[in-house]
């Protein structure tokens, strides 16, 4: 059995794989730091934990409730969300693995500490238990210099400042699921909440929407998408730093232009503004699809993941409708799993022997 964990900033979400990669057991401990809730399977009750540490703890006796101790299982296997550029395959974890995540905390300051947690306490707790990363950059280390760099002084460049792309671990994913049937020239949304699309040439990421953060790209539920650094640095002035952060992150996308980010409630809606937000959202979505499309020399199919991605037709729709210049051609519908992707890399790490 595989033990597949993602730390977000207040939650913990565990599913547990068999070798074969069938889903087990799912459940996750929300609202760390503060009164909440762990679930696992058909079980939920009410849980207070103080930090990441406690919440892994709670949820490996949930675990050992259900029938399922540590020494039952095979080795667990994380989700981090920034690898750098060090860090660009799926790796065992290590002493030296560790300080290379330590050393790109600066690239994902909100996420990877939560990630390294999860990972250092389950060590203290299972040592003998193997462990296994991936890192949602990962699946972006494919993209040629010239779709990465910036065109900013040697000196940003060499600090770190470049395009690195995220959702790495659904994009690899949806790629798995084509097996052999995956298009030579694949252009991929992964619509939810947070968006981005990503140009895939057999199989492997050659340009994407996002960049040195998941800010950029396409407009999302909360962030603003691409916007000018002149006009981020008015704000910012004016706002202050941290200000600007949050509005642009948390204030921003559908939630600034129809007061909500809910797309289900937004479709439902017949205002301007849910229109108008949900025509900026395609419109966009089409527009740096153009960009993908242009990297790859063409265009032989279109896959949608996520939950916009999965379950809003109309949205596919009228992206595709904006893409009818290229050509007709077969639109496909992933079902997002970035969990399994996560246990498929520990898997393959184990056959490899490592």
């Given at each position: 059995m595989i033990l597949v964990?993602?730390?977000?900033?207040?939650?913990?979400?565990?599913?547990?794989?068999?070798?074969?990669?069938?889903?087990?057991?799912?459940?996750?401990?929300s609202r760390i730091g503060a009164e909440g809730t762990i679930r696992l399977g058909d079980m939920s009750k009410e849980a207070t934990t103080a930090n990441h540490a406690e919440a892994l703890a709670l949820m490996i006796d949930a675990l050992a409730a259900a029938g399922m101790t540590i020494d039952t299982l095979t080795a667990a296997a994380h989700r981090v969300v920034h690898g750098g550029t060090?860090?660009?395959?799926?790796?065992?974890?290590?002493?030296?693995?560790?300080?290379?995540?330590?050393?790109?905390?600066?690239?994902?300051?909100?996420?990877?500490?939560?990630?390294?947690?999860?990972?250092?306490?389950?060590?203290?707790?299972?040592?003998?238990?193997p462990q296994y990363v991936s890192f949602g950059t990962a699946f972006?280390?494919?993209?040629?210099?010239?779709?990465?760099?910036?065109?900013?002084?040697?000196?940003?460049?060499?600090?770190?400042?470049?395009?690195?792309?995220?959702?790495?671990?659904?994009?690899?994913?949806?790629?798995?699921?084509?097996?052999?049937?995956?298009?030579?020239?694949?252009?991929?949304f992964h619509l939810g909440n947070g968006a981005s699309l990503c140009a895939i040439l057999n199989g492997n990421s050659i340009a994407t929407s996002m960049g040195y953060?998941?800010?950029?790209?396409l407009m999302m539920g909360t962030?603003?998408?691409?916007?000018?650094?002149?006009?981020?640095?008015?704000?910012?002035?004016?706002?202050?730093e941290d200000e600007t952060d949050r509005m642009l992150n948390r204030n921003s996308g559908f939630q600034a232009l129809a007061g909500e980010n809910d797309m289900r409630t937004l479709l439902a809606?017949?205002?301007?503004?849910?229109?108008?937000?949900?025509?900026?959202?395609c419109y966009w979505a089409a527009r740096h699809a153009g960009s993908a499309i242009v990297a790859m020399g063409g265009l032989d199919a279109v896959a949608f993941t996520g939950g916009i991605g999965e379950n809003a037709a109309p949205i596919r729709d009228r992206i595709m409708a904006q893409l009818a210049c290229f050509g007709e051609v077969p639109v496909h519908i992933i079902a997002a799993d970035e969990e399994r992707q996560i246990a498929r890399d520990a898997i393959q790490l184990i056959e490899a022997g490592l």
């Open positions: 964990l993602n730390a977000g900033s207040s939650s913990l979400k565990v599913e547990v794989f068999s070798q074969d990669l069938t889903s087990v057991l799912t459940g996750a401990v060090i860090l660009t395959q799926p790796a065992r974890v290590t002493p030296q693995v560790i300080a290379s995540i330590k050393s790109v905390i600066t690239l994902a300051p909100l996420h990877n500490p939560n990630n390294l947690a999860a990972m250092v306490a389950l060590q203290e707790m299972a040592p003998d238990l972006h280390a494919t993209n040629p210099d010239v779709a990465t760099r910036y065109a900013i002084p040697q000196t940003q460049h060499d600090a770190g400042i470049r395009r690195y792309g995220f959702h790495g671990l659904s994009y690899a994913h949806l790629v798995e699921s084509f097996g052999a049937d995956l298009p030579q020239r694949l252009l991929a953060s998941p800010l950029s790209g962030r603003s998408g691409d916007i000018d650094g002149a006009a981020v640095l008015r704000m910012s002035a004016a706002i202050g809606r017949s205002d301007d503004a849910a229109r108008f937000a949900v025509e900026h959202f």
